[in-house]
């Protein structure tokens, strides 16, 4: 192997990093989205609770029974905090690289 063909390697390599942390880091910003979503949606649930409370015949305490009743709206803020520090540790690793 000549100089020449040993710089083209080490370019490919590098721009096959970029594209790697470029990649890594959209799928951070994502997961940051996602987090900011799920807590967020906890938040809205939360308050409706509130008023269902407040209120129990009204159309909000109706609108509660039904996020009461769907699976998915299972204690986001907590699987946001589960979240997090995997999400520091990630930030922390990207900062590193």
């Known amino acids: 192997m ?3 063909e040993l710089l083209d390697q080490g370019i490919h390599l ?3 990093r970029h594209r790697i942390l470029m990649l890594f880091k959209a799928t951070l910003a994502v997961l940051v989205l996602e987090i ?3 807590i967020m949606e906890a938040e809205q649930v939360a308050a409706v609770a509130v008023l269902a409370a ?6 909000v305490a109706m ?3 039904v996020f009461k009743a769907h699976p998915l709206l299972l ?3 907590g699987l946001a905090l ?3 520090p995997l999400l520091v540790i990630t930030l922390a690793v990207v900062v590193l690289v």
């Open 63 to 65: 609108e509660a029974q």
């Open 36 to 38: 900011l979503l799920q």
């Open 54 to 59: 407040q209120e129990p015949r009204s159309k």
């Open 2 to 4: 000549n100089t020449t």
């Open 75 to 77: 204690p986001t803020v």
């Open 82 to 84: 589960v979240e997090a």
């Open 14 to 16: 590098l721009q096959l």
